[in-house]
Structure formats: C-alpha cells, structure tokens
C-alpha cells in the first residue's frame, strides 16, 4: 500500500515568461526580461517565443493528461494582463480562464502563482520592487486575477522565490533588470514582504470560494553529516543560519511566517513594527529545491563528487536534501509542505529512434521521490509534488542551452517529444508512489 493519500497532488510546474511566448500578442507588452541588454542572456537568446505555450496551451495540457498529471502549478503574466497602469486586458485573462478551464475538463488542478519574475517594464518605470507605490499596484493586479479565475483555481502562490528576484535582479545583476543596488537591499526587502503580505489579504478578500494559499521559496537543506542526534541538530540549525544571508531560508521566511525579524546585518532592526504588516497567514509553505546546501554557503559545488552527480548546470544531485528541507520547514512554521519545483537540467538530444532517452533524470525523480516518500512514512503532511519543468523551456540568463522538461521542446518547429522521464512519472503516477 502507498504512503500517499489519494489526493496527492502529483504535478509540474512552469513560468510564463518561460515558456508563453507570444511576447507582444493581444495586447501584452514588454516585461523586464522582454527587453534585456544584449550580452545579459546566454547566446542573446530571448525569451519572445519560447515553446509559444500561448498558443500550444491545448497539446500542451493533452501532454499533461497522458502523463497523468494531478496537478500543474503555472504563473500569470503580469503584463499580459495589465498591460498598462489601469487598463485590463480581456484577451490576456481569457488565455488563463482557457487554460484554466482546459485543465480541469481534463481532471487537472490548476495552481496559480500571481507572480514569477517577469514585471512589467510599465511597472519598473515606476521604480519596481524599489518603490511602494508597486504594493498597491500588484494588489489591483491580483485582485483582476482573483476575481476572473478563483471560481475554478483552489491553490494560490502571490510569489514565486522572492529572494531570487531580489538577490539576481537588484544585488548580482545577474537576472533582469541587471542592477547592483546592494545598499537598497533593506527597501527592496521591505517593500517585497509587504507587497506580498497585501496580496495574500488580497486574495482572501476576493476569492469566490475557499483558497490555499501560499509561497514558493528558494529552499533547500543542511544533510546531516552522520545518523547522530548531534549531527541531526546541526544540520537543522545551519538550514536556519542568519549567515546565508538573503538567499537564506529565515531571511524572508521567518518575518513571512512567524512575524519574526531577522537581525543579521541590522537590516530588519529599523523595521520590527512592519513585522505585523508582513506576518501572512499562509495555508501552506512551498518549497523549490534542486541541492543541498553545502560547506556553509547556499549554491553550487561542481567541483565536489562524481559528475553523474551533477546537473549541466553543476548542482548537486542528493535526494536526501528534499525529505531534510520538508522536515526542518515543517518543524519550523508548523504548515503542510508542497513540493513546488525540484528537477534537474541535462544535455537531452533526441535519438535517432525520435525518442529522448534521460535515464539521469528517471534516476533524479526517484531519489528525490525517495526523500518526499520519507516525510510522509513519517507523518509529515505533504500536499503534492511539482516537478520542473513540464517542459524544456527558457532558463533565464542561461538562455535555451539548459533543459529541465519532461517533454522535449524543438525550438524551432515547436515539436513536443515526451521524454522517457515523462513516462517513468507517469508510472510513478499511476501507482501513486508505491513502487518508490
């Protein structure tokens, strides 16, 4: 018998500007990635067609049920919505009700993230994420998206790894808009936790029927270093370190949960009193994890281990690090966990035999499968797992070159090809996790 319930939420995830296309379609203008300086995205790739999701929406959710999908966790273009300051887009909300109505004539959950990246260039005129006049902005943004889709759409996320699209877009400049503003890091992670807050409120106040909401955060672990109760707790209290700094789990994590300030470099010291103001009362935590963390520092470690431990991408592959970061986020704020995005990037080529044989990635799914199979056996509630990305897709600065799907896409014909992972899930599915 399985350890999962019957109505887990087996599932795949993706962003609009990843995959849309469609860049200035109907109405839809420019996001901040929509315009990037040449030089800023791997081989000046751009993200303006993508696999053109916007109008293979229906093979696309076809893909879905044949591989018995559950659930599909996508975003929303914000500009493809609002297009300018206080204009809606029909066209643009009508693409999401289709889709929306698409996947549940075919028994698939839909779950919305509000926001995954891509601002509009309108709202970044404005002053983006540096300014507060983009709190109330991206409430009226979510409250148009609430009132035309929370009829059918249960599962709600406002955002989608704020600590990324601060600490690439604003600190690194490595992710649009390319800026390196680190002495605004205190505003900018202000004004993102109570731009957030106001949209949880938001989508309470004006969903049409009773919603789970929640985040998806940047997470990831500490692996305990042997079996010891000793290493156990070590592992637990670096996975919570103030020293991982903005991309650390309790940088945004504990004021968004628990109203807790994080006192690490005096940024939160001026600013308890807008802990009130930032406390969510959030239905569940989402957790997007790809490797451990590793040596007292969260990123990569190519260096380390054996290649066939690494993704192209050089992250570390350990399953281990998907059942410790359900366990310690579940200890910590006390909420149901869903797997929001977890997979892995590889070369995949199509054979000769037309078919995509990723053999890595089959053994990728089940070793993480294995640690998500590992909190349930132990009682922790785990609503669903989403694995990224559905489809090969438009990895961000690293252009095209990165392939996370399940199903193979030709860029240039938009041919879609279901990999063999594809139809290792889709046995995972069927069985509900029993064979694990």
């Not at 503003?181 to 202000?190: M, V």
């Not at 066939?308 to 059942?323: E, F, N």
């Not at 966990?337 to 890595?360: C, F, P, Q, R, Y």
Request: charged share 25%; hydrophobic share 40%.
């Amino acid at each position: 018998m399985s350890v999962f319930t019957k109505d887990f939420l087996w599932g795949a995830a993706t962003a609009s500007a990843q995959i849309e296309g469609a860049w200035n379609v109907d109405g839809r203008t420019p996001s901040i990635w929509d315009v990037a300086p040449a030089g800023k995205i791997k081989n000046n790739d751009t993200c303006h067609d993508s696999c053109d999701h916007y109008h293979h929406y229906k093979e696309d959710v076809t893909l879905m049920k044949e591989m018995g999908l559950k659930s599909y966790r996508f975003s929303i273009s914000w500009s493809r919505v609002i297009p300018e300051e206080g204009k809606v887009n029909p066209k643009g909300l009508q693409f999401y009700s289709d889709l929306v109505d698409e996947l549940i004539t075919n028994g698939i959950e839909p779950m919305v993230t509000i926001f995954h990246w891509d601002l509009p260039v309108w709202v970044y005129k404005k002053g983006g994420w540096l300014s507060e006049a983009i709190i109330p902005l991206f409430a009226e943004y979510t409250k148009v998206v609430v009132e035309a889709l929370s009829d059918r759409v249960k599962y709600w996320m406002p955002m989608n790894e704020p600590q990324c699209f601060i600490m690439n877009g604003y600190m690194q400049g490595a992710h649009a808009p390319f800026k390196h503003q680190y002495l605004a890091l205190s505003k900018l992670t202000r004004i993102c936790m109570l731009t957030h807050a106001e949209a949880v409120k938001t989508v309470r106040k004006y969903a049409k029927q009773p919603v789970k909401v929640g985040i998806a955060m940047a997470a990831g672990a500490f692996i305990p270093k042997d079996d010891s109760a000793e290493a156990l707790e070590e592992a637990r209290r670096k996975t919570f370190y103030d020293g991982l700094g903005t991309m650390g789990n309790r940088w945004w994590c504990d004021p968004i949960f628990k109203g807790e300030p994080v006192t690490a470099y005096g940024v939160y010291r001026s600013r308890k009193k807008d802990m009130p103001k930032i406390k969510c009362d959030l239905d569940f935590v989402g957790v997007n994890v790809y490797q451990p963390f590793l040596d007292g520092s969260w990123g990569n470690k190519p260096a380390q281990g054996d290649p066939d431990r690494l993704t192209s991408m050089g992250w570390v592959i350990d399953g281990r690090v998907l059942y410790y970061t359900i366990k310690f986020f579940h200890e910590r704020y006390g909420l149901p966990v869903l797997v929001t995005e977890n997979g892995m990037a590889d070369n995949d080529i199509v054979s000769v035999d037309g078919k995509v044989h990723d053999e890595k990635r089959i053994r990728f799914i089940h070793e993480y499968l294995g640690g998500v199979k590992r909190a349930v056996s132990e009682g922790i509630p785990v609503l669903g797992y989403q694995y990224w990305s559905l489809l090969d897709n438009f990895e961000w600065a690293e252009g095209y070159e990165p392939r996370f799907g399940m199903i193979h896409v030709d860029y240039k014909t938009q041919k879609r090809t279901l990999k063999d992972s594809a139809q290792a899930y889709k046995q995972i599915i069927e069985t509900n996790g029993e064979d694990l």
